[in-house]
């Protein structure tokens, strides 16, 4: 697999990986744009160093990434294979019609069948724990004295957009610590620290919080929760990927399409009522987001109902 060094971490707990590389691919960084030259000088950089490694098959899994297209065609790969788009199909030697509000999973799993036979209804996400990140798991809430059923919130997005108020967090941890006696795991990275402290503050009980873990370390605690919460971010399709139930809350981005994959019933989404969603705009200068309150519109109530149906729904006991 060749992936940015933002998901290095990801595609090493994937079962049948057998190596993977990382390339910092340009656009994707989230830094400030440089040069405009530097994205052509990665790219003969990178098409040397893949060149030297010899695959006979390329798949560009992102529709409109030309880039990775270019790259695999300068990288003399003999096979490259992607979705034919203006802008890739000319570097490609087999192209695929992308289907636009098609969930993302089902748009790359044709590229696989396409060269190989699989059982579209048997797959599904996985990511594999190690056992030092089970240990570690263990550890940690050993350590922090975690009675009842264990149930996460991660308040955090990739793009500020995303964010649900942090006000409405306070109001569905109090509940899930009244109605059914829950330890609440507030987690995120060491950037979201002050988001996760902002939640914290404000609710009438202690919670216990979980910053800065690795993936892995993340995923494992995630697995001995009953239930996650959160935006539409990553740590949620963690959640799904090692069998958590989770329920999503969308906004700006398309759910059809980048939504959770996995059994319906277990991994639930609640989309903004704005007519506007979803626009798949998540760009917003800190001074336009007033203007977009899209994830504002989705109701604690809604929430609350949500996750009293999915916790009846896998036994776990109201205290009353």
């Known amino acids: 697999m060749l992936v940015g060094p933002w998901s290095l971490e990801v595609a090493q707990h994937i079962p049948g990986v057998d190596h993977v590389i990382?390339?910092?691919?340009?656009?994707?960084?989230?830094?400030?744009?440089?040069?405009?030259?530097?994205?052509?000088?990665?790219?003969?950089?990178?098409?040397?160093?893949?060149?030297?490694?010899?695959?006979?098959?390329?798949?560009?899994?992102?529709?409109?990434?030309?880039?990775?297209?270019?790259?695999?065609?300068?990288?003399?790969?003999?096979?490259?294979?992607?979705?034919?788009?203006?802008?890739?199909?000319?570097?490609?030697?087999?192209?695929?019609?992308?289907?636009?509000?098609?969930?993302?999973?089902?748009?790359?799993?044709?590229?696989?069948?396409?060269?190989?036979?699989?059982?579209?209804?048997?797959?599904?996400?996985?990511?594999?724990?190690?056992?030092?990140?089970?240990?570690?798991?263990?550890?940690?809430?050993?350590?922090?004295?975690?009675?009842?059923?264990?149930?996460?919130?991660?308040?955090?997005?990739?793009?500020?957009?995303?964010l649900w108020p942090s006000e409405r967090y306070v109001q569905v941890?109090?509940?899930?610590?009244?109605?059914?006696?829950?330890?609440?795991?507030l987690t995120g990275s060491k950037e979201e620290r002050s988001l996760i402290e902002e939640i914290s503050g404000k609710s009438r009980h202690p919670l216990k919080i979980l910053i800065g873990a690795s993936l892995g370390e993340l995923a494992a605690v995630l697995k001995r929760c009953s239930l996650a919460i959160g935006s539409d971010s990553g740590v949620l399709h963690l959640g799904v990927a090692v069998g958590t139930p989770t329920l999503h809350l969308y906004g700006p981005v398309s759910a059809d399409t980048f939504g959770p994959w996995g059994n319906e019933a277990r991994h639930r989404v609640i989309t903004s009522p704005y007519p506007c969603v979803p626009c798949n705009v998540l760009d917003y200068s800190p001074t336009e987001l007033a203007a977009h309150r899209c994830m504002a519109a989705i109701k604690t109530e809604s929430v609350l109902d949500e996750v009293t149906q999915m916790l009846k729904e896998t036994k776990v006991a109201h205290r009353n």
């Open 22 to 162: 990382a390339c910092p691919f340009t656009w994707f960084d989230r830094k400030p744009k440089g040069s405009p030259v530097q994205p052509y000088r990665l790219l003969i950089e990178e098409s040397k160093r893949i060149r030297a490694l010899g695959f006979d098959l390329a798949i560009n899994m992102r529709f409109d990434f030309w880039w990775g297209a270019l790259l695999a065609y300068l990288a003399d790969i003999p096979v490259r294979l992607g979705y034919g788009v203006p802008e890739c199909r000319p570097f490609l030697t087999q192209a695929l019609p992308y289907e636009s509000g098609r969930h993302e999973a089902l748009q790359d799993l044709s590229l696989i069948e396409a060269i190989s036979d699989c059982a579209e209804d048997n797959l599904s996400l996985e990511f594999r724990t190690t056992d030092d990140e089970e240990r570690f798991a263990d550890e940690w809430l050993a350590s922090i004295d975690a009675p009842g059923h264990l149930m996460a919130i991660h308040p955090g997005a990739g793009a500020a957009v995303k």
């Open 173 to 185: 941890v109090d509940k899930l610590l009244n109605d059914y006696g829950a330890t609440v795991i």
